[in-house]
């Protein structure tokens, strides 16, 4: 059952017998979400549940996650069996490298309307300062909005470590809120979902990436944010 390149095979079929113009008009009228981070983005199930609060309220159907990645490697099983699988999660990177290296071209595959980040993690295992990490956020907003003016961004508070240096998560997260606030616009806002307040080291798998409770909490945060980004824009 799990044969991705079977399926990726099927979807091309289906792809060539609605003919190529068709399926582009179709996805250029849904709003491109990119959920875009490590692996705290790639192995887990946040982002399916995510997809069930649009399931829920009914808006699905008119939004696409977008990225250069197309896998469910936890074997999430949502609510929605046909969740958007796609994504630009990339476990063990760092935000300075896909800032320096990765995020202009990535948006340039897979254009989005809406951005929704948590990076900083290895940074802070590979002991990048913190200065650091917020200038390649700064960097990563700046190539979104080149792609995009009107990009609408969320921007994660990063969740604990029980395993190396939580203080400096601490310290990064402790900077990201006036960040936001300097960088934040009308035309390209940028919100924070505090998926750091309320997430207890039980919430970890193996002190690093979330089990089920976690994804729940990093869902529950990161959701409704989402849902009123999207209907914000569906509302224009
Ligand atoms: C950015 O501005 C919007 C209103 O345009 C506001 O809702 C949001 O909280 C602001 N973000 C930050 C980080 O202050």
Known sequence: MHMPSILSALSLASLALAGPVQVAERQAQKLKIMPL?????????????????????GLADK???????????????????NWDQHHEGHSGWLAVDIANNYLTNWLKSTPADIVMFMLGTNDVFRGKSTNDIIAAYTKMVNIMRAANPKTKIIVDLVIPLSLGSNSNIQALNARIPEWAKGLNSTESPIVIADCYTGYSTSMLRDGVHPNLDGDKLIASRVGPLLLDYVKQSLAK
Do not use: F, H, M
């Open 37 to 57: 981070g490590d692996s705290i983005t790639e192995i887990t199930c946040w982002r399916a549940l995510v997809w069930d609060q649009l399931q829920a309220a």
């Open 63 to 81: 939004v696409q996650y977008v990225g250069s990645q197309n896998s469910n490697p936890q074997n999430c099983k949502p609510t929605t069996a």
